[in-house]
């Protein structure tokens, strides 16, 4: 509930967000172009495909994060109850 008020009151927040998402999707679909899955693991040195995949396992996961977040941020239920409560 916190999180659904801050976003908004603050257009500003709203908008970095999704631009940090924007972001890291767009660094994720570069990474993934640049891995040369033909190196392996045989050189450590420069751009190999053990970083290319570790890096594009972060990147999944904090666009994960970011989407976890965003759909609790915009969950309607379950609502607060009414306070006193109501007989039926």
């Given at each position: 509930?916190?999180?659904?008020t801050a976003i908004q009151q603050?257009?500003?927040l709203t908008f970095v967000v999704?631009?940090?998402f924007v972001w890291l999707l767009l660094t994720?679909?570069?990474v993934a172009s640049t891995v040369d899955l033909m190196t392996?693991?045989?050189s450590?040195?420069?751009q190999n495909a053990l970083g290319g995949i570790a890096?594009?396992?972060v990147l999944t996961?904090?666009?994960?994060?970011l989407v976890v977040l965003y759909s609790e941020i915009t969950e309607s239920d379950p609502a607060p109850q009414s306070w006193p409560p109501s007989e039926e």
């Open positions: 509930m916190i999180l659904r603050s257009k500003i999704l631009g940090a994720l679909f570069e392996g693991t045989t450590f040195v420069g890096g594009v396992l996961i904090v666009l994960g994060a």
